[in-house]
Nanobody
Framework: QVQLVESGGGLVQAGGSLRLSCAAS????????MGWYRQAPGKQRELVAT???????NYADSVKLRFTISRNNANNTVYLQMNSLKSEDTAVYYC?????????????WGQGTQVTVSS
């Protein structure tokens, strides 16, 4: 079991920046990768960015060059630095963790944090 707690969401003007944090606890030793997903009303939850235990990253085309995912292994926290925010970035952002073992491949999700970009 992995507990994920997001923070940092809020209201920001278009063109501004915001940093989201996701603190992981529990079976953190088994986490293979973590990521950020988002869901806007009426839309499917979509990938924003992921980062593996080895540090490799992946981004959705819509956020490349604007968002940066990073991690702090000391406190098991993953961050999402969001710059040049647009109104279309408005969504609930969810933290995700993938735990992979010899006999399992599980996902855990945080409760989500609202990001609203005004213009």
């Amino acid at each position: 079991q992995v507990q994920l707690v997001e923070s940092g969401g809020g209201l920001v003007q278009a063109g501004g920046s915001l940093r989201l944090s996701c603190a992981a606890s529990g079976s953190i030793f088994s986490i293979r990768s973590m990521g950020w997903y988002r869901q806007a009303p009426g839309k499917q939850r979509e990938l924003v960015a992921t980062i593996t235990s080895g540090g490799s990253t992946n981004y959705a085309d819509s956020v490349k060059l604007r968002f940066t995912i990073s991690r702090n292994n000391a406190n098991n926290t993953v961050y999402l630095q969001m710059n040049s925010l647009k109104s279309e970035d408005t969504a609930v952002y969810y933290c995700n963790a993938v735990r992979t073992g010899r006999s399992y491949n599980l996902e855990d999700w945080g409760q989500g944090t609202q990001v609203t970009v005004s213009s």
